[in-house]
Nanobody
Framework: QVQLVESGGGLVQPGGSLRLSCAAS????????VNWYRQAPGKGREWVAF????????NYADSVKGRFTVSRDNTKNMMYLQMNSLKSEDTAVYSC????????WGQGTQVTVSS
């Protein structure tokens, strides 16, 4: 069964950090590029970060550049999103995406940035 399962979300104060994880099963995550997306309340889905299959290429939305870092461990079929200097506007449900043509999605994990 193909699955992407996120974890690591939660409540954090502005300026804090969180590390999101995404565990893949049922397919070799390492053969495909991966992305992180987020959706804030009342807004559409927003692309956050990209990493190539080998990890040699990354790209970030301007809104998170310099604060977020995407990584992966293909030996563990895992991907990660390190989020630093969090702001209230980063509050959203974060989802991982991967597989052929990006067809697989996780269920999402809630990140709330609030004092």
């Amino acid at each position: 069964q193909v699955q992407l399962v996120e974890s690591g979300g939660g409540l954090v104060q502005p300026g804090g950090s969180l590390r999101l994880s995404c565990a893949a099963s049922g397919f070799p995550l390492g053969e495909y590029a991966v992305n992180w997306y987020r959706q804030a309340p009342g807004k559409g889905r927003e692309w956050v970060a990209f990493m190539s299959s080998t990890g040699g290429s990354t790209n970030y939305a301007d809104s998170v550049k310099g604060r977020f870092t995407v990584s992966r461990d293909n030996t563990k079929n895992m991907m990660y999103l390190q989020m630093n200097s969090l702001k209230s506007e980063d509050t959203a449900v974060y989802s991982c995406n991967g597989g052929p043509w990006g067809k697989y999605w996780g269920q999402g994990t809630q990140v709330t940035v609030s004092s």
